[in-house]
């Protein structure tokens, strides 16, 4: 079964306002999550590590500010895009080590809409 | 730095035979290597990895892979093909000294069509 989800699994909202999608471990501890973004049929892009209790480790070339990542427990990542704009649309994905962590395991993703 | 290329984007194979899905990939030390399917609008789905020991990995679905060290690859296969195999399918891998960093590198995505 899934170990890790995300909600909403599907959001539309208006240019300029900000969205929040959440990614919970399922009967796990994640002290690590990683919130990555994927174009229509291309590879996932790694957007940022986000670590427990500390800050989240950004990629090169993605605004921190823009996209607002908050771990505030050992289940629950958010991230928050700010601001959202029509080139913000795209299929948000996390996934989480669980276990002896070298596997990671992903959620089911959320389609972001901005109009 | 490590990297994984899937040199097929697209994938044809009619149902019951065999299907291979290539992977080859690079780091600077000992690999892990992993492959994941991506139905359409979900998120990933573990299938196998290698981290050491036996060379041919089996997974879910009836999917195994082989890592070949001197080649470098790591080929997805599967003896009988099935419709419902048709995803996208991505290779990925981690330089196993990667230490904390623990971030995936994933291929570009091989789009398995599997013809009835």
């Known amino acids: 079964g899934a170990v890790v989800s995300q909600h909403p699994s599907w959001v539309i909202c208006k240019s300029g306002t900000s969205v929040k999608i959440e990614c919970r471990s399922l009967d796990f501890q994640a002290t690590t999550m990683f919130w990555y973004r994927q174009f229509p049929k291309q590879s996932l892009m790694l957007m940022a590590t986000s670590n427990e209790g500390s800050k989240a480790t950004y990629e090169q070339g993605v605004e921190k500010d823009k996209f607002l990542i908050n771990h505030a427990s050992l289940t629950l990542s958010t991230l928050t895009v700010t601001s959202a704009h029509p080139e913000d649309s795209s299929f948000y994905i996390c996934s989480a080590f669980r276990g002896t962590k070298e596997t990671q395991y992903f959620g089911p993703g959320t389609r972001l809409l901005v109009l | 730095a490590q990297s994984v290329a899937q040199p097929e984007d697209q994938v044809n194979v009619a149902e019951g035979n065999p299907l291979t899905v290539k992977c080859t990939y690079s780091?600077?030390?000992?690999?892990?290597l992993f492959w994941y399917v991506q139905y359409p609008n979900r998120g990933l789905q573990f299938l196998l990895k290698?981290?050491?020991?036996?060379?041919l990995v089996k997974g879910s679905y009836g999917f195994e892979a082989e890592f070949n060290k001197s080649q470098t690859s790591f080929h997805l296969k599967k003896p009988s093909a099935l419709v419902s195999d048709s995803a996208l399918y991505f290779c990925?891998?981690?330089?196993?000294?990667?230490?904390?960093?623990?971030?995936?590198?994933f291929g570009s995505g091989t789009q398995l069509t599997v013809l009835p």
């Open positions: 990925a891998v981690r330089d196993r000294a990667s230490g904390s960093a623990r971030q995936l590198t």
């Open positions: 780091v600077s030390g000992n690999p892990y």
């Open positions: 290698y981290i050491t020991g036996d060379n």
